[in-house]
């Protein structure tokens, strides 16, 4: 184990938040480091130091990084005030309460498809920070043929948002209502509303790949842990749409 660590390194590798957004807990007077206040950004620390975040300590962690196929029905949070299902309900609670381990972005209530679960806030900003431009690719299946008209305007970014215009990384017909997207953009029901933008509904939505990961073998509502030449080729992976 290293003898050093930056400060905002330590919180992101337990699970506090993600190494850019700890600088500004730091910048904001939450952070001690053995009893001290610590403002001043690039310091440096033990991993055996005392550091606490809001007044309650943490404690190096060891990092853990879980993929599920996740069903209909569950909201993906940590909690939920209105006590509807959440992916939560999908994982061993041991993990979450000893590793408090948490999903990374998204997925729609009514979505299916992969989930990553980690504790590892750099690995969290690596998969949904706009820069890495990180590549989800999606199973639609629509509620009527679509059109090739259609196709070539997905195709050549003539969707517009009010976000903006959507260039997909690539879209394949596999079916006469069943096609196969490529995006990066983490826009909220992204492709939903671009579809409903040209008159289609979805009748089902399911994201088959994430950062590269695929759910293969994984049924709906099991987990399995990411391999280790998965999570190193997250965190090494340095091209555009990963």
């Given at each position: ?9 330590f919180l ?8 850019r957004k700890?600088d ?6 939450t952070v001690?480091?053995n009893g001290k206040l610590v403002l001043k ?9 005392i550091?606490?975040f809001n007044?309650v300590?943490?404690?190096y962690k ?8 996740k069903?209909k029905?569950?909201i993906?949070?940590t909690k ?22 948490f999903p990374?972005?998204r997925l729609?209530?009514?979505t299916?498809g992969?989930?990553?679960?980690t504790?590892?806030?750099d ?10 431009r990180v590549q989800k ?5 629509l ?6 008209k259609?196709l070539?305007?997905i195709?050549?970014?003539r ?6 215009r959507?260039k997909v990384?690539f879209?394949k017909?596999i079916?006469?209502?069943?096609i196969e ?6 826009w909220n029901k ?7 933008f040209?008159n289609y509904n ?5 994201r088959i790949s994430f950062g590269?990961i695929?759910k ?11 391999k ?9 992976k340095?091209n555009k749409s990963?």
């Amino acid at each position: 184990m290293k003898k050093k660590i930056r400060l905002n390194h330590f919180l992101s590798e337990n699970g506090i938040t993600s190494r850019r957004k700890a600088d500004d807990l730091i910048k904001l007077g939450t952070v001690e480091v053995n009893g001290k206040l610590v403002l001043k950004l690039g310091c440096k620390i033990n991993y055996d130091d005392i550091v606490k975040f809001n007044g309650v300590r943490v404690k190096y962690k060891k990092k853990i990084y879980l993929l599920i196929n996740k069903p209909k029905g569950y909201i993906t949070t940590t909690k939920d005030k209105f006590r509807r299902k959440t992916v939560m309900d999908l994982i061993p609670y041991f993990f979450y309460k000893k590793y408090r381990i948490f999903p990374i972005g998204r997925l729609d209530r009514s979505t299916t498809g992969i989930l990553i679960f980690t504790n590892d806030g750099d690995l969290s900003e690596k998969l949904t920070h706009p820069k890495y431009r990180v590549q989800k690719v999606y199973s639609v299946l629509l509620n009527k043929r679509i059109s090739s008209k259609d196709l070539e305007k997905i195709k050549h970014g003539r969707i517009y948002l009010k976000e903006g215009r959507v260039k997909v990384l690539f879209i394949k017909l596999i079916k006469y209502n069943k096609i196969e997207i490529g995006i990066h953009f983490g826009w909220n029901k992204i492709i939903i509303r671009m579809f409903k933008f040209l008159n289609y509904n979805i009748i089902r939505l399911d994201r088959i790949s994430f950062g590269g990961i695929t759910k293969k073998n994984v049924k709906l509502g099991n987990w399995r842990f990411l391999k280790n030449k998965e999570i190193k080729y997250i965190k090494t992976k340095k091209n555009k749409s990963l």
